[in-house]
Structures are given as C-alpha cells and as structure tokens.
C-alpha cells in the first residue's frame, strides 16, 4: 500500500491527505522536504534556520491543507510557503541585507578579465562555493529569493512568477539585475584568488 | 548597430533563449568583435552554469525524524481542538 502512494500524483495525494489520510501527507513530506531545505538553505545559509524554515513550512502547510483549493500546483505552493517563511526569517534576524533601492547592478566591476573559459568542474571547488554562496548572502532579499528559485532550483520565470506573486516582467528584471550582481561579487573573487596565486608564484 | 550597453541587457534573455534570432545573431556578432563583451557575456554564462552544476544540500542527520514529530505534535494538538488557527493563504 506504502508503494501505491509513491506512484500517485500529488493532487491525488493532496486530496487524500486532505481526507485525513496520514500516510499521504508523510509521502508529500517526502517528496518535498529536501527541496523545501534546499531552498531555504541557499536562501539563508545557516543550516539551524533552514530546519527551522523547513518545519515551518510543513506546519502551515499541514495547517492550511484543508482550506487549499488547488488554484496552484502543491509544488508551487509548498515553494510559496518557503520563500515567505525564509523572508520572514530574514526579516526576523535583521540580516544586514542591501535594499532592492540601493542595488545598483551597474556597479562595474574593477576588471572582468575573462575567467570563463574552460570546464565548469575545474572553477567547481569548494572556495568557489564559499564565494558563491557570499554572492548570494549580498543580495537583497527580494532578489536573493528570484535567483535562488530560478537559477538554482532551476524552477522557470513563469513557476517564479506565481510563487512569489509577480509578474513574469518583474521576474526577469530581478533576475537579470540579481545575476549581474552575483557575476560581479565572482570576478571579484577570481581576480583576487588569481592575483593571490600570482603573489604566490613571484615569492 | 547594437551597442555594449545593450548588448549586457540582453545578455539574461538571450540565455534564457527568449530572443528572436535575428536579436541573437546580432549580439553574435557583437561579441565576435568586441573583447569586453564576450568576457561580460562568457563571465555571465559561466556563473549560471556554476550555480546549475552545485549540489543540492543533504538534509542533516536527524531532520527528517525531527520533522516528522513535529507535524505528529500537530496531528495531536488538532485533535484535542487546540490547532492552530490556519493563516495560510491558498
């Protein structure tokens, strides 16, 4: 019967969760919660306030199963109760994050020497994913939430849109300001890393 | 003529493959002969391509079974009538 649940899709398993069905809401928890800490992980950083995030969410969700109507897939929603709570989180620790005002993504960077080239493996090492989640953590809020959805869960313009309650033009232009500023805050890391190794060579 | 200026706008769009071709083929050219350009362009790619390729974090140990007791509290909570009231919107 367990297996049964795992090939059903997950309007059916709303519908019986929402019958009281217990075993389905654990199946939507575990079809869910990896991605559910992901999001919030990459959002937040802190693996403490991502559980806190990931509980969060599945609480209001198991709250709030009776009254959802399924306007939006469960994906969509679960994605929505996220984003909000790990907002919400941000919000909460007052985490020195720049206003969308203030992010001015023409700031040019001193120097785009091209460190593009060659196999995404060889950049992929674990500085680089220090620096790519400082990127992330510079970003204001409301971009940090566009790009973490899009570019690293990989959900579409359309998905983020809903999610988020934008417009799909809203989404494109946080996305590509948000981008911009990541690009930056990662040259800036691989002039210094290959001047640092520049240095090291000469001595 | 298309100018760097736009051509850095467009960069996102053209990933995201949301341009005309005839949009696409002029940025194309653009960046086969401006310099600083194609470093803007193949940077941009490039950080897309390393935030695609990260790995997706693993749940610490303990999280699923500490979730799990957290939603049984709940189911406990509802049926003695002291739910919380629900303040989701749907």
Sequence with gaps: MAQDLKTIPDEALVARAQEEDERAFGELIQRYETKVYSLALKMLRNPEDAEDVLQDTFLRAYRGLKSFKGHSTFSTWIYRITANSALMKLRKKQLPTVSIDDADERETPINIADWAPGPVEQLLNQETQEAMADAIEALPAEFRQVFVLRDVEGLSNADVAEILDLSVAAVKSRLHRARLKIRNHLAHFFNDTRGRRTMGARS | ?90
Aim: net charge negative; proline share 3%; charged share 35%.
């Design chain 2, 1 to 90: 003529m298309m100018s760097c200026k736009d051509v850095l706008d467009s960069i996102s769009l053209y990933l995201d493959e949301e341009l005309k071709q005839e949009i696409k083929s002029e940025i194309e050219r653009h960046i086969g002969k401006c310099s600083d350009c194609r470093a803007e362009f193949d940077t941009f790619h490039m950080t897309l391509k390393l935030y695609r390729h990260s790995d997706t974090p693993q749940m610490p140990a303990g999280c699923h079974d500490r979730l799990v007791k957290v939603i049984e509290l709940e189911k406990m909570r509802a049926k003695r009538g002291g739910a919380e009231p629900d303040t989701t919107e749907v």
